[in-house]
């Protein structure tokens, strides 16, 4: 069995910086890519950032592009997602998801593992 734990959330003001912590534990060697994804109030799941096993390879979507950082560090089987300039929008619920392949993916379904979610909220 593998865990995926999420910490680093909280209320933050808008154009702080926050930086979102996603602990593997368990069987760890089921977990390659790891992405994260976000849900805000009333809006579907979606794709944010991914990253590749070894940590070379990094995706994000559009939205985000420029603001959102992606890193890994395999020795402390930690994925991280570093929000800057926070803006309203960015208020959600924030999951990582892991699978066993290299190559991150920004499709849910591709995901096996999730995490239970840590919360952003942004104050102006």
């Known amino acids: 069995q593998v865990t995926l734990v999420e910490s680093g959330g909280g209320l933050v003001q808008a154009g702080e910086s926050l930086r979102l912590s996603c602990t593997v534990s368990?069987?760890?060697?089921?977990?390659?890519?790891m992405a994260w994804f976000r849900q805000a109030p009333g809006k579907e799941r979606e794709f944010v950032s991914g990253i590749s096993g070894h940590g070379s390879y990094t995706d994000y979507a559009d939205s985000v592009r420029g603001r959102f950082f992606v890193s890994r560090d395999n020795a402390k089987y930690t994925a991280y997602l570093q929000i800057d300039s926070l803006i309203r929008e960015d208020r959600a619920v924030y999951y990582c998801?892991?699978?066993?392949?290299?190559?991150?993916?920004?499709?849910?379904?591709?995901?096996?593992?999730w995490g239970q979610g840590t919360q952003v909220t942004v104050s102006s």
């Open positions: 368990g069987y760890t060697d089921s977990v390659a890519a």
């Open positions: 998801a892991g699978h066993d392949r290299d190559y991150p993916t920004g499709t849910e379904q591709d995901y096996r593992t």
